[in-house]
């Protein structure tokens, strides 16, 4: 009358394995389930016991006591409502009390015993794998991300007595197939939008500063007049980016899968995510957080890009609270006594207007800021965290021959798409692991050679323009990228003179 | 009403019957207070049982035994720390039980 059934609960981005113990006496009928379990999981007892009766079993009469194991841990969603009904029926020997033991089994049940799809599937199947648990059941709905479980032998199963069936087969050609990447229905198009930098016509120079921000994953500010194609600049550059590599692609998948948002119809993602968050965005929604924290806009981000547009309507605290998971690369999370880390390792877009009506510096218009207006305005624009921005790129109004041009000189996602690849696999091929933004300071001398004209610009350019020596080296960070785009192996005076026109912008607004 | 107090007597009967043969004292039935009553208080050996007894024709709404609510153990200890009091009994032992009882053949009983 006892019974162990394994399955996971998914603690923020990770999944932890749990044993289900149940235990049947004779006593008064009741159910009680301990091991710190939150409602939701108290609440699977009126399902299970639907379930249970409508799928044709008998529910077990007697005192029924359910331990979830390790005790100490959190316990929270409707994924461990078909481990528990699993558990009651092999103590009533329903299912194989012995051969139950093999399995992993996620599920939420509904009342007439269907198995419901859960959240966070990927990274509970990641983690039974961890513990070796090989053989693993899950919803039909959650069938295709654990195509990225490697080696997993997965059993999709679509009711509970279906899922008893095929615990007690002894035919198990079922779970003969491990899944891979091979078999995943992954969009094989990328840019499924059909999005593409040749639709912007003009802005040349920033669609060069973005080919740069990303090959060095520096972050980028844009500045302009409404509407001259920020936003939709913004937009085309995750086209721009690198494919993602095979364990990029599961870091974002667990990450979409823990909060909820992978969507069956939509397989697997496989573009990087571009998330914009509107610029009301609370903190939790932006770092992540909650009573059980869930990741927030910087986490979906990871491996591809936040774009935070009118960058100067937010909260300014909120985009102070940035600045560590920008160095770290990662957010951590206490909630009742538990960490819970987010990976947020993104590529950063800011876009701004120049002024709070947006038409300060625009041949044409008047901007109708008062003086004050536009002081309080670039306050924001400045501050440690514009600090960790490395280029900023003005952008001008498009003339009308621009946009009615046949659009030749117009560089199109394909091109900027080489410039990139092109200036990380320079980078690379000289065997520096990491994106130039991330160089550390000690590492610079050895990474950054300039030659001799460009070590007399720079002299003048330090006293010219007040640099801080943490200015120095980001424009020297910036200037490398810019060299490993046109694979030359010591910076040229060329490549420093543009790092440091990506830099004016903000000098020329602090002095 | 009368139907119900009816089938409570008959399973009250049958179980007293029951117990008596497999060796338990009846000390007494229907002990009632202002909190609530309890069926049956019987002995055995060194301990004290305090047996609540449901009877039901019908399965359909549960069995008899869900019956016993929370509230309603509740309610048997208090009725059963009256009942020691005032037979001023000291009984380490103490027991509370359900009887569950499925009638299937009602109809010429009654």
């Not at chain 1, 004779?26 to 389930?33: A, D, H, Q, T």
């Not at chain 1, 080489?418 to 692991?433: K, L, Q, Y």
């Not at chain 1, 980001?474 to 200037?479: E, G, S």
């Not at chain 2, 309610?75 to 009091?85: Q, S």
Request: glycine share 8%; hydrophobic share 35%; with cysteine.
């Amino acid at each position: 009358m006892f019974s162990k059934v394994n399955t996971a609960v998914c603690h923020g981005v990770t999944g932890i394995t749990v044993t289900v113990e149940t235990d049947i006496k004779s006593g008064l009928p009741n159910m009680s389930i301990v091991g710190l379990a939150s409602t939701t999981v108290m609440e699977s007892r009126e399902r299970i016991k639907s379930a249970i009766i409508n799928s044709g079993f008998d529910y077990p009469r007697g005192r029924i006591t359910v331990n979830l194991t390790p005790s100490d841990l959190r316990k929270n969603g409707s994924a461990m409502d078909l481990p528990i009904a699993v558990g009651l029926l092999a103590s009533t020997l329903y299912a194989d009390a012995v051969r139950v033991r093999e399995y992993g089994i996620i599920g939420a049940l509904s009342l007439d015993g269907e198995v419901l799809g859960v959240d966070g599937v990927l990274p509970m199947a990641i983690g039974m794998m961890d513990s070796g648990i090989k053989k693993i059941i899950v919803p039909w709905a959650n069938y295709n991300e654990t195509a990225l479980v490697n080696g997993a032998k997965v059993i999709p199963v679509n009711s509970l007595k279906e899922c008893i069936e095929r615990i007690n087969s002894q035919d198990a050609s079922y779970a003969d197939i491990e899944r891979s990447l091979a078999d995943a229905d992954i969009r094989k198009v990328s840019n499924p939008k059909g999005l593409d930098f040749a639709d912007i016509k003009g802005q040349e120079n920033a669609k060069r500063a973005i080919s740069i921000a990303v090959a060095g994953r520096h972050g980028l500010l844009m500045i302009g007049s409404p509407g001259c194609g920020k936003t939709m600049l913004a937009q085309r550059i995750p086209g721009i980016m690198p494919q993602m590599s095979e364990r990029e692609l599961i870091e974002t998948a667990i990450v979409y899968s823990a909060s909820g948002r992978t969507n069956q119809s939509d397989s697997i993602l496989i573009d990087r995510p571009f998330r914009s968050p509107h610029n009301t965005i609370g903190r939790a929604g932006l770092l992540g957080g909650g009573m059980y924290p869930v990741p927030g806009e910087i986490t979906l981000a990871h491996n591809g890009v936040l774009f935070l547009d009118e960058v100067c309507e937010f909260d300014r605290e909120n985009i102070e609270s940035l600045r560590t998971p920008v160095e770290e690369k990662y957010i951590t999370h206490f909630r009742g006594g538990e960490q819970y880390i987010f990976p947020c390792n993104f590529q950063l877009i800011m876009a701004a207007n120049p002024c709070k009506c947006g038409y300060y510096g625009d041949p044409d218009r008047i901007c109708k800021c008062s003086i004050s207006q536009l002081e309080q305005y670039r306050r924001k624009l400045s501050g440690p965290m514009m600090d960790r921005i490395d280029i900023r790129v003005s952008m001008e109004k498009v003339a009308y021959k621009e946009i009615s041009g046949k659009g030749d000189s117009c560089r199109s996602t394909e091109e900027l798409k080489n410039d990139v690849a092109r200036g990380i696999g320079f980078a690379r091929s000289m065997g520096r692991m990491v994106f130039n933004a991330d160089i550390s300071d000690s590492d610079i001398r050895k990474y950054c050679h300039m030659d001799n004209e460009a070590c007399k610009l720079m002299d003048g350019a330090y006293a010219a323009l007040s640099l801080s020596p943490r200015s120095y080296n980001k424009i020297l960070k910036v200037a490398r990228t810019i060299a490993d785009m046109d694979e030359s192996e010591i910076i040229k005076k060329d490549h420093l003179a543009e790092a440091l026109s990506y830099r004016l912008l903000n000098e020329i607004n602090n002095s | 009403m009368r139907y119900k107090k009816k089938l409570g007597n008959i399973g009250e009967e049958f179980t007293v019957k029951l117990l008596e043969d497999c060796g338990y004292t009846i000390m007494e039935r229907n002990f009632w207070t202002r909190v609530g009553e309890i069926d049956i208080i019987a002995r055995k050996d060194e301990t004290l049982h305090f047996i609540e007894v449901k009877t039901r024709t019908r399965v359909d709404y549960g069995y008899p035994a869900e019956a016993v609510t929370e509230d309603k153990q509740r309610r048997m200890k208090k009725v059963a720390e009256i009942y020691m009091l005032q037979r001023h009994l000291n009984w380490r032992n103490v027991s509370f039980d359900v009887m569950e009882l499925t009638a299937n053949m009602i109809k010429n009983c009654i």
